[in-house]
């Protein structure tokens, strides 16, 4: 079969933002930097920068310093910015995704990565359809000092899902209404 690769970015700038569905203060990362999708694999890929306390999030320690426990939100960002990149090529909006599992989450000797670390996240997926995905997830500062990997599994609900989820057997189901997703 003949690679087909894409390698365009088109959520960088101001764009990236506006594509994710996290927004600031708990949007962490700085920027999408590379993405490629092999059609012929499919394999999915996209490399992200995130300094550490730049600008104030959520997560973060009040020395500015990110919980190394918070890597795992940083990778599921990179995961999303991906996917944004991937659906937005196609002219289709950001759906809702949610993080349902984490493997083999390791992380060097480290408790908090410190202020004003430039990160580099990698998400890499070869499995993917419209509904899962897996990524081999890895955060790193370059020098070897900072670094965690993790397989991050996602999901992303379908309209229906969402009505069963906030609906109780002892009361009336929600209006399927309620919930604009694509």
């Not at 999708?37 to 996209?46: F, K, Q, R």
């Not at 196609?90 to 990565?113: C, E, K, M, S």
Request: proline content about 5%; glycine content about 8%.
């Amino acid at each position: 079969m003949e690679c087909v690769m894409n390698t365009e970015i088109v959520i960088g700038g101001e764009r990236f933002e506006e594509a994710m569905p996290q927004k600031r203060p708990m949007l962490m990362l700085d920027s999408l930097d590379s993405y490629e999708y092999d059609e012929s694999g499919p394999e999915l890929t996209g490399v992200c920068s995130y300094c550490t306390g730049r600008r104030f999030c959520t997560a973060l320690d009040a020395d500015g310093s990110l919980p190394s426990w918070a890597l795992i939100e940083v990778m599921a960002q990179a995961v999303t910015a991906t996917m944004a990149n991937y659906y937005e090529s196609r002219g289709i909006r950001t759906p809702v995704g949610l993080l349902i599992g984490v493997r083999r989450y390791v992380q060097g000797d480290f408790a908090a990565v410190p202020r004003l670390t430039d990160l580099t996240l990698r998400a890499h997926s070869g499995f993917f359809d419209e509904r899962m995905a897996a990524f081999d997830c890895s955060a790193g500062d370059g020098s070897g000092l900072i670094s965690a990997e993790a397989k991050l599994i996602v999901c992303r609900p379908g309209r229906n899902d969402f009505v069963r989820m906030f609906s109780r057997p002892d009361r009336a189901a929600p209006d399927p209404g309620l919930f604009a997703i694509s």
